[in-house]
């Protein structure tokens, strides 16, 4: 099976113990197994599988709904779907860093207005505003490099921008609230 083959469901099916499970993904008459392992780390990351576990059964099935489900619920999604359950820290710094690139300029641009940016006649040394302007922007400087490391180490994990946004699709109709 294609990475971008769309698919009909995923199933989660589960051991007699309900601890460990397989995920297996079927497109058409085509079933392939992705992944096996412990089921907390799958059901700490997807409300509906949760909601499924308390109802009971052996089986969890994963469906969308809506007519654009075969734009973004394929192999592929459920694949790096799999590896951010693996590895939530990678998708997790890029957002991190990002928040707090954006409260940082947010709170330069209320600072510098140009009035803090003017020397006063005391001189630099004794102007703590501009020390604190300097402070910020050096802080800005080393978190737009960090966020650039971060992006590049997304797209080594798999994260690209098109696959990710098929990703939040994914989060947002199955509650994967960590990827949001």
């Known amino acids: ?33 992705l992944a096996s392992g412990l089921l907390q780390p799958f059901s700490s990351h997807i409300k509906a599988v949760n909601e499924e ?3 009971g059964g052996c089986s969890i ?21 799999v590896r951010f359950v693996s590895t939530p820290e990678v998708l997790e710094r890029v957002d991190s860093v990002d928040n707090e690139l954006s409260q940082l300029e947010e709170t330069l641009s209320r600072h510098n207005d140009g009035s803090v ?14 020390q604190l302007l ?13 966020k650039s490391m971060a992006f590049a ?7 690209s921008a098109k696959n990710t946004s098929d990703l939040m699709r994914f989060a947002q109709q199955f509650g994967a609230s960590r990827l949001r």
């Open 1 to 33: 099976m294609e990475a971008d083959a769309p698919l009909d469901c995923a199933h989660f099916l589960l051991t007699p113990t309900r601890t460990r499970c397989e995920l297996v993904v079927s497109s058409g008459d085509q079933t392939e197994k």
């Open 53 to 55: 576990i308390d109802k």
């Open 61 to 81: 099935k994963l469906e969308p709904s809506g007519d654009d489900a075969a734009s973004w619920f394929t192999k592929g999604t459920m694949e790096r779907f």
């Open 117 to 130: 940016m003017q020397n006063s006649s005391a001189g630099e040394q004794e102007n703590p505003n501009l």
């Open 134 to 146: 300097k402070a910020l922007e050096a802080r800005r400087a080393i978190l737009q490099k960090e």
């Open 153 to 159: 180490r997304a797209e080594a994990a798999g994260f």
